[in-house]
């Protein structure tokens, strides 16, 4: 199966700066990667699809790129209802997996 | 739509997991609709599905590493879909999640909803 690895496991940032999170497949996925946001005592929440697709109702702060092996998160101008857990998942090869994620806490 | 895990918090080791989804705002005949799971420092499990494949049938798919022991079910009269999960051990200790999964013929895709997932610990 299709390993994610995310890093770095923890990112510790001051509200109003960028950040970037990477997510590694230990083979090409081709643009098949979302990503999701998880707040503490909530449910996941879809971001990106196909890598690079907002999904609906997201900010445009949120911003995926990438592909192949290689993809990467960007939050610009981090609110403080951004500090969360995100992880990434791939739907290109089954069964689909997820990578163990990142999580974006105030510095 | 809205999604809600129940079931017992505590099972058993070798016993039988149960769990419910209930949707609401939306139906379980349209779509497909999954189970995951994230055990403790690890990242999420798919488990498996199930969609309305016509005539009141439905089919399933479950992941290959948990196949001989799980069963998804649907009531469709209540809008919702189960887990069983059988032999339990302390592995399968884990938070649940139910999902809409937005998988069709085409393809697998991605999850959007989840439910907020249910804290499930095995042991005796």
């Known amino acids: 199966e299709v390993v994610l690895t995310q890093s770095p496991a923890t990112l510790a940032v001051s509200p109003g700066e960028s950040v970037t999170l990477s997510c590694r497949a230990s083979q090409p996925v081709s643009s098949d990667l979302a990503w999701y946001q998880q707040r503490p005592g909530q449910a996941p929440r879809l971001l990106i699809i196909a890598a690079s697709t907002t999904a609906a109702t997201v900010p445009a702060r949120f911003r995926g790129s990438g592909s192949g092996t290689d993809f990467t998160l960007t939050i610009n101008g981090l609110q403080s209802e951004d500090f969360a857990l995100y992880f990434c998942?791939?739907?290109?090869?089954?069964?689909?997996?997820f990578g163990q994620g990142t999580k974006v806490e105030i510095k | 739509e809205q999604l809600q895990e129940s079931g017992p918090r505590l099972v058993k080791p070798s016993e039988t997991l149960s769990l419910v989804c209930s949707v609401s705002g939306g139906t379980v005949n349209s779509y497909y609709w999954s189970w995951l799971r994230q055990p403790p420092g690890k990242g999420l499990e798919w488990i498996g599905y199930f969609y309305n494949s016509g005539n009141s049938r439905y089919s399933t798919n479950y992941n290959s590493s948990l196949k001989s022991r799980v069963t998804i079910s649907v009531d469709p009269s209540k809008n919702e879909f189960s887990l069983r999960l059988t032999s339990v051990t302390a592995a399968d200790t884990a938070v649940y999640y139910c999902?809409?999964?937005?998988?069709f013929g085409g393809g697998e895709r991605w999850f959007d909803p989840w439910g907020q997932g249910t804290q499930v610990t095995v042991s005796s």
């Open positions: 999902a809409r999964d937005l998988s």
């Open positions: 998942q791939q739907y290109n090869k089954g069964p689909r997996t």
